[in-house]
Each structure stands twice: as C-alpha cells, then as structure tokens.
C-alpha cells in the first residue's frame, strides 16, 4: 500500500519512530539497526514499508534498504515467524549475511539470531530454499557464464541475490559490471547491492 514514507523525523522510541507527513504522524516500527543509522529528530527522512495487517492489528513497519523490506517479506512467509520476530531477526543480521546463510545451509549462523532455534533455523533454511527453486533460482546467463566460469562465490552470490527478490535482469546487469576476480560471496553481494540500489 505505502512504498514509502518521507517525511520530518517528529519521535523516536526504541521500537518505533514517528514521520510527520503533511501534518499526519505515521507510526512506523524499525529494527534496532535501521534505529541506529536513522538521522536526528527533526530531519527530513524516508523510509521503505510494509503494510501489516492482522485480524486485531494494522502496522507498518520500516526499513531503510529495499534489500531489508525484502528480507523482512520473505521472513514473514515462513510458517511461524511474526512481523515482531522478522524485525528482530534484522536487528542481528544483514540480507547479505542473511542470504548467504540461506544458500550455504548455515544453521550455526541463523541460531545465534535471538529467538531463533535449531528448528525454526531450519524451517527459515528449508521454505525459502524452496520458494528460491520455484522462481528458477539459479540465474545462468551467457554473458556471465563466460566471465566467471569456475566461480562459485559468483553462483552462491546470484543465488542470495535472487533470495533478495532481484530478477534475472537486474543481477545481470549488476554484474555485468563488475570485476569479480578474487572477489568472496559476500564481497560480490555487497557490491551488486550497490549498484543494484542505484
């Protein structure tokens, strides 16, 4: 419903802010990371959201990445996990790290989210590997094929990508750009992140 809110920064509390637009104070509940690299109060800010409805609650919640509103999309499918404990989940983790967790089966790295268990972890793991597979998951395009044959780090890369709801085309032309050589799974992420937010 709301893609964003942009607006005068008006109260911060240590789960929510407020966004004056136009006179309108919207309620918008953020993860303690997105919390802390928000500007002061009173400085215009703009926040990506999501428009939560339940049968007893309306909320939106807040991010200040695409990458992170994706990440919270996809927690909120999995079978057991709230709106409350996707944002809680972002708190401790990157949708880099996120990702790659995901790809690689690392339950280890998921438990040492609070409120994740062993069990949930590998729901998390399980569903959206799942749902990863459906949407044709593993880009193979020509083009970089040829550029980075041999190049695991790269597959891995595309694969968390995808988990971040990027499309074929928009990975592609991310990195089409790039110099992958040498390059981690998370260093070729980071960097197509930022192109990808151009």
Same mark, same amino acid.
């Given at each position: 419903?709301? @893609?964003?809110? *942009? ?14 637009? #136009? #006179? ?6 953020? $993860? ?11 400085? &215009?800010?703009?926040?990506?959201? =999501?428009? =939560? ?8 919640? #807040? ?14 499918? &999995? ?12 708190? $401790? ?7 790659? @967790?995901?790809?690689? /089966? ?5 438990? +040492?989210?609070?409120?994740?268990? %062993?069990? %949930?972890?590998?729901?998390? &793991?399980?569903?959206?590997?799942? *749902? ?17 044959? /041999? ?5 891995? @890369? ?10 074929? #085309?928009?990975?592609? *032309? ?9 390059? %981690?799974?998370?260093?070729?992420? +980071? @960097? ?7």
């Amino acid at each position: 419903m709301y @893609a964003y809110i *942009k607006g005068t920064l008006e109260e911060k509390t240590k789960e929510s802010i407020v966004i004056d637009v #136009g #006179g309108i104070g919207y309620r918008i509940y953020l $993860s303690e990371q997105s919390m802390s690299k928000l500007g002061d109060l009173g400085e &215009v800010v703009k926040v990506y959201t =999501h428009y =939560h409805v339940r049968e007893d609650n309306i909320s939106l919640y #807040g991010f200040l990445s695409n990458e992170e509103l994706k990440m919270f999309e996809l927690l909120i499918q &999995v079978s057991g996990i709230g709106a409350k404990t996707a944002i809680t989940m972002l708190s $401790s983790i990157t949708p880099s790290q996120f990702a790659i @967790a995901i790809i690689s /089966n690392d339950i280890k790295t998921l438990t +040492k989210i609070p409120g994740v268990g %062993s069990k %949930s972890a590998q729901r998390i &793991v399980l569903e959206l590997k799942d *749902k990863l597979k459906t949407e044709d998951a593993i880009v193979k395009d020509q083009e970089i094929e040829e550029k980075v044959i /041999n190049n695991e780090n790269t597959d891995e @890369a595309i694969q968390a990508l995808q988990i971040l709801g990027y499309n074929k #085309g928009e990975i592609t *032309k991310a990195l089409d750009k790039l110099d992958l050589n040498g390059l %981690s799974t998370e260093d070729i992420i +980071k @960097a197509a992140l930022k192109k990808l937010a151009r």
